[in-house]
């Protein structure tokens, strides 16, 4: 897809050189099956100045910011899932407490964990949730910025990290089913980490499906 956001802008420098106007550019990469706005976001990098040659618009450093931002972006999300797992299984393990763990020290961790968990999610999901927004407010200004290769290469990681985690999940949970070791607490622990995964998995997957029907 980074190709593609190549031939796009290579095609709209092109055309801007030959002398066609950018309500003809846009017409032609209709007619190819180029969406409304990834030709939006190419011709808009073309201030509209009377020069001989297409006078682009400054974009300062944009890989730098696009990279840090969508860093900080997966990074949050990662944390956000790990101590929303771990919250969710401290829950579990106090509803279905072990009987042969000495209850005083198991207690203290619990409470540990807890705490941890909750301060995770306390500072990482207001930043998840801040970032995400500027970035998607970003992308709907630029569309272009869709085929942004470093935003791509980390939403594949995050498929493959959520796609590594349901594999060894299931893998795991049949494991123990065929061993007759299942209980109750496993049973419940396996499917949230299944929820959070198979959430994470899905809707980044839709996403990727979305940007090349539209490509």
């Not at 190549?6 to 032609?28: C, D, I, N, P």
């Not at 939006?40 to 931002?69: C, H, I, M, Q, T």
């Not at 498929?159 to 594999?167: K, N, P, S």
């Amino acid at each position: 897809m980074a190709a593609g956001s190549q031939e796009l802008e290579g095609f709209v420098r092109e055309a801007l050189m030959r002398g066609q106007s950018k309500e003809a550019t846009a017409q032609a990469l209709a007619a190819a099956g180029w969406s409304a706005e990834q030709t939006r976001g190419a011709l808009d990098a073309y201030a509209d100045v009377g020069f001989v040659l297409p006078v682009p618009k400054p974009r300062a450093s944009l890989s730098a910011r696009e990279a840090f931002a969508y860093l900080v972006l997966f990074s949050t999300l990662y944390l956000v899932a790990c101590s929303l797992g771990s919250l969710l299984f401290d829950f579990i393990n106090l509803a279905w407490p072990d009987a042969v763990d000495d209850y005083g020290y198991w207690r203290r961790s619990i409470d540990d964990s807890l705490r941890w968990a909750v301060s995770a999610l306390s500072i990482g999901f207001p930043v998840f949730a801040f970032v995400a927004h500027r970035v998607a407010r970003d992308v709907a200004r630029h569309p272009i910025k869709r085929l942004s290769p470093v935003r791509r290469w980390l939403t594949y990681l995050t498929l493959f990290l959520a796609a590594t985690v349901l594999i060894g999940d299931m893998t795991v949970l049949v494991y123990n089913l065929l061993g007759g070791e299942i209980s109750l607490r496993f049973l419940v622990k396996s499917l949230v980490v299944g929820a959070i995964a198979g959430t994470i998995f899905g809707y980044y997957l839709w996403d990727l499906r979305r940007e090349e029907n539209q490509a």
